[in-house]
């Protein structure tokens, strides 16, 4: 089959790869009929995420048809159409029995190199580098999915892949980061990173009652998106990011701060992003975080700061006597996928929202390295590219 393959930073191919078989009774094989380039692929891509290896599939955005179960499969058959969440889980540790799905205890094979980075071991993933499991990703023709009774959400009637997909990922991401604001009628909410997760964290904080919802980014076209959301937007190329908030609030700061950027973060100033971008280059950090620094300064007296963004290991400059003495709760995770299938799908089928609007590119997976250096370099106002296999 095709795959699109990590061949080392800056270099994908799309190569043939040996086709995924059954290797426990609990897995299914899925034929993929949409896959999609998430933004933390790119920390992948550019070789900010350690273990991965020559090779290594991509892709952790997926769905597709079901064309082989194994012997212990008893919720889909042959021929389902299937949404796989990114996070793989097993459905009986202490952590799925809570529906923490994305910290899994027995999905991860390779556990230990987890913990040597992390203490304790996340839940494997599809596509994301031998510490997080060494799974195969999505960009593919055919994926194998493990513990599939646990992961899949089976879509019937006709809702078209493009409505659907993004199940998999960045809509519970951004619905969970808006979730652990506690948002309440009245709230305002900041969101850095106006990218899809971003996005989907605005309409999230809008569905669950915010008031006000401020997005913050630098490219004008993706700033564009979020006011087509009802967002108010910062250029923060163009303001003070924490005075702009302080006018907007009274002076009291956002009641609710969503990190959506991760370790990847810009700076509009020239020596302070230096100062990590050459920490991270030289492997002496490995986050710029200047987004989660600025949402922690800016978040009210007592507010929660939600951390959806990736980062992957040790940051510098943490501003933690903020955080403490001004009583902040900072909150973050990999989404817990599976928690939120059904009721997003439900609010998908009864019209609160059409992910598709974050769709700005489709491509077929034999394009997978155009797409990825289109949308690292946002060339073409590019916002989320959907391959098809």
């Not at 995924?20 to 897995?27: R, T, Y």
């Not at 006709?158 to 519970?172: K, R, Y």
């Not at 009210?300 to 001004?326: A, E």
């Not at 709760?329 to 799908?345: A, E, I, M, N, S």
């Amino acid at each position: 089959m095709k795959a699109n393959c990590w061949m080392g930073r800056n270099t994908v191919e799309v190569q043939e790869v040996p086709d995924p078989g059954i290797l426990n009774g609990h897995d299914a094989i899925v034929r993929i009929t949409s896959t999609a380039i998430c933004g933390s692929d790119l920390h992948l891509y550019d070789g900010y995420v350690p273990t991965m290896k020559k090779g290594d599939i991509l892709g952790h955005e997926f769905m597709g048809e079901v064309v082989e179960v194994g012997p212990r499969v008893s919720t889909l058959r042959v021929g389902d159409r299937v949404v796989v969440p990114f996070p793989i889980a097993c459905g009986n540790c202490v952590a799925c029995r809570h529906e923490m799905f994305s910290v899994c205890e027995n999905s991860n094979p390779n556990a230990g190199l987890a913990e040597k980075f992390m203490g304790h071991a996340p839940a494997g993933i599809f596509g994301y580098s031998h510490m997080l499991g060494g799974y195969p990703g999505g960009q593919a023709e055919y994926a194998r999915v493990p513990f599939a009774d646990v992961g899949p959400i089976k879509i019937e009637g006709d809702l078209p892949d493009e409505q659907v997909l993004f199940l998999s990922d960045i809509l519970p991401t951004g619905w969970m980061g808006a979730e652990m604001c506690d948002i309440k009628p009245g709230d305002v909410i900041a969101v850095w990173g106006a990218g899809p997760v971003g996005q989907f964290a605005v309409a999230s904080a809008f569905l669950m009652g915010a008031e006000q919802v401020i997005a913050i980014d630098r490219f004008p076209y993706r700033l564009k998106r979020a006011e087509r959301a009802g967002a108010r937007t910062l250029n923060y190329e163009e303001v003070d990011v924490l005075d702009a908030l302080r006018d907007l609030t009274a002076g009291r700061g956002p009641d609710g701060c969503i990190d959506a950027v991760g370790m990847e973060a810009h700076h509009p100033t020239g020596p302070v992003h230096a100062y990590d971008r050459v920490k991270q280059a030289t492997r002496m950090e490995t986050e710029r975080p200047h987004a989660l620094r600025e949402a922690i300064m800016a978040c009210r007296n007592g507010g929660t700061v939600s951390v959806i963004g990736v980062y992957g290991g040790l940051l510098d400059k943490f501003p933690m006597g903020s955080l403490m003495n001004r009583s902040l709760t900072l909150r973050g995770g990999q989404c817990h996928v599976q928690r939120y299938l059904k009721p997003l799908l439900g609010r998908i089928r009864n019209g609160d929202i059409d992910p598709s609007f974050v769709i700005s590119h489709r491509m077929r997976l034999e394009d997978a390295p155009r797409g990825y250096e289109m949308f690292k370099n946002k060339q073409d106002e590019c916002n989320k590219i959907v391959l098809t296999p």
